[in-house]
């Protein structure tokens, strides 16, 4: 799926700051936030979702004046906080941090509601990172490229152990990668970056794909190896800021792609005026430094879309991951 990248221009950042100071409703009273704001993160503390939410609301906090506290709600794989959010009153004052794999949690039927129809969508943004992730394997795996895996799958159809989180972003990679590479392999459910890791330096598992911040130290401290990154799209020079030096799979002849976009959300309903105020306060943190000195080391600046193509932009990812679903056979009954 190939994305286009859009930068958000140094004049409207300020013009952004400038209109988060307040904005009148059309009754000629100032939309003002809620004092205290709870933002629920699907993920756990520490991981690269986590990271990003609490510098981007940290920011929004500063800017705007309202207690925000972030909560990392990862029970029913995040079912239980997109339906806290969901179910609660529409006055801003709960909101959720997620990415695509909300989408892919709709896609698959592992959640009944969607981001676009349940939901209100405050803010769209894609990744300026140009991987989203790589695939690693065990350091002493016999496997020394990305062609030795193949090779070794196709000789041993569905014996290779692919760890994943069951319906998350990885699942769906390793399907596109499967699909691409014309092997067959078998998903155990592994969990978080953090838990794969473990379990392929525990040997319970054969590969997994990682976001390549998670797989950094490991890799660097030769616990495992690195074969292949997945750009975001098809452009084989890309390569991953934080892995400079692994190949990515387009320019290994892989048609495997993949960006996750990260979305900020609101129950249905939301008065537009603070809407738009959120939307602002969230647009001017990405821009800004102590954000992008926190985001940037991790691989995980992003950039806005504007606010009037975000609705389109991920009605269109989500159309093609049901897609992608149904043509991998991941849809559960």
Do not use: W
Request: proline share 4%; charged share 20%.
């Amino acid at each position: 799926m190939k994305k286009n990248l859009m930068v958000v221009p140094a004049v409207l950042a300020v013009a952004l700051l400038s209109s988060c100071q307040g904005k009148k409703t059309s009754a000629g009273t100032e939309t003002t936030l809620p004092k205290n704001i709870e933002v629920q993160v699907p993920a756990k503390a520490g991981g690269g979702t986590d990271v990003m939410a609490r510098a981007m609301t940290m920011q929004m906090a500063k800017d705007s004046g309202s207690n925000i506290t972030v909560v990392n709600n990862t029970d029913g794989s995040g079912v239980v906080a997109m339906e806290k959010v969901r179910t609660a009153k529409n006055d801003g004052s709960t909101l959720l941090q997620f990415h695509s794999t909300m989408l892919i949690k709709t896609a698959t039927n592992v959640y009944k509601h969607s981001a676009i129809d349940d939901f209100t969508l405050i803010a769209a943004a894609h990744p300026i990172e140009k991987v989203s992730e790589v695939l690693v394997v065990s350091a002493d795996a016999k496997y020394k490229n990305l062609e030795d895996l193949v090779t070794a799958a196709k000789a041993a159809p569905g014996t290779l152990l692919f760890g994943v989180e069951t319906g998350g972003t990885v699942h769906i990679i390793t399907g596109l990668f499967a699909k691409a590479a014309g092997i067959t392999v078998k998903y155990v459910e592994a969990g978080s970056d953090t838990e794969k890791l473990t379990a392929l330096v525990g040997k319970s598992i054969d590969a997994c794909f990682v976001n390549p911040n998670q797989a950094k130290q490991y890799v660097e401290s030769g616990k495992v190896a690195a074969l292949a990154a997945v750009p975001i799209d098809d452009d084989k020079t890309d390569r991953s800021s934080v892995l400079p030096n692994i190949p990515n799979m387009t320019e290994l002849g892989y048609q495997c792609t993949f960006a996750t976009y990260f979305l900020l959300l609101g129950p249905k309903g939301m008065d537009k005026a603070l809407v738009d105020k959120l939307y602002n306060l969230y647009s001017s943190a990405a821009q800004n430094p102590n954000v992008l000195n926190i985001v940037i080391p991790a691989g995980l600046d992003m950039s806005c879309f504007p606010q009037n193509a975000c609705l389109d932009a991920v009605k269109k990812q989500q159309d093609e991951l049901n897609g992608i679903v149904a043509d991998l056979g991941l849809q559960k009954k």
